[in-house]
């Protein structure tokens, strides 16, 4: 089974406008952490945001939070006020168990969704 | 400015050739990671190392060996078992500490003559 899952290969927005971008998770360990890359056409990979399991409060970044609802294991990325430079690929990624090194630190990426910012 | 260098941007490669693909950081990172992605689809792990002198092998390494002599450079050699070399390659580094917020670097395009 997929442990993360990006149901949007492509999405479009009006710029100003807001987008939710979805990631559901699959995991048992009760520790894990959450992330969104976003990758230009560049080909960077771009670090936003992360959301820790045992995090009690959403987290935000600027125009990105993340809502996370734990018991749907679903971490969805919103975008607030799109701009044409939000125009990218977005991966949702998950890191399981405490990071003391070892494979648990190690990410699990989806497959990305493409968002396209209309003018 | 600290960050990420990956070297070259574009790499060609002939039949039966191996070739190394650079990275280097001066974040002073512990760990380091190398990724390849295929069109349309996400990252997966080749070889990852949390220590120098040590690394231990991802999902995908068959075809692929890595070095890590110094902390802050972590090669990788595409061999000629590779069979399907034909990809973009992401390095990436992060503190190994709690959050373990990776960062990655401008990636390298490898394309089979």
């Known amino acids: 089974a997929q442990k993360i899952t990006q149901t949007q290969p492509g999405m479009f927005v009006q710029e100003k406008e807001a987008v939710t971008l979805d990631c559901t998770y699959d995991?048992?360990?009760?520790?894990?952490?959450l992330f969104w890359y976003k990758q230009p056409s560049s080909g960077e990979m771009i670090f936003l945001i992360y959301?820790?399991?045992?995090?009690?409060q959403n987290a935000t970044e600027g125009r990105y939070s993340l809502n996370f609802q734990k018991a749907r294991k679903s971490a969805n990325l919103v975008i607030s006020a799109s701009q044409l430079g939000d125009s990218a690929m977005y991966f949702c990624?998950?890191?399981?168990?405490?990071?003391?090194?070892?494979?648990?630190?190690?990410?699990?990426f989806g497959k990305g969704t493409k968002l396209s910012v209309k003018p | 400015d600290g960050g990420i260098t990956q070297s070259p941007k574009y790499l060609f490669r002939k039949e039966g050739q191996n070739v190394t693909l650079s990275c280097e950081q001066n974040?002073?990172?512990?760990?380091m990671y190398w990724y390849r992605q295929d069109p349309g689809q996400g990252l997966r792990l080749i070889y990852y190392?949390?220590?120098?002198?040590?690394?231990q092998k991802g999902d995908i390494a068959e075809g692929y060996s890595v070095s890590r002599e110094k902390k802050e450079s972590f090669p990788l050699t595409v061999t000629s078992a590779q069979k399907n070399p034909t990809a973009f390659y992401l390095c990436?580094?992060?503190?190994?500490?709690?959050?373990?917020?990776?960062?990655f670097g401008a990636g390298t395009r490898l394309s089979v003559l």
């Open positions: 959301q820790g399991s045992y995090d009690q």
């Open positions: 995991t048992s360990d009760p520790s894990y952490g």
């Open positions: 990436a580094s992060s503190m190994a500490l709690a959050k373990n917020i990776q960062y």
């Open positions: 190392s949390q220590i120098v002198n040590d690394f």
């Open positions: 990624a998950m890191r399981e168990g405490r990071n003391y090194g070892g494979s648990q630190g190690n990410l699990i």
């Open positions: 974040l002073n990172h512990d760990a």
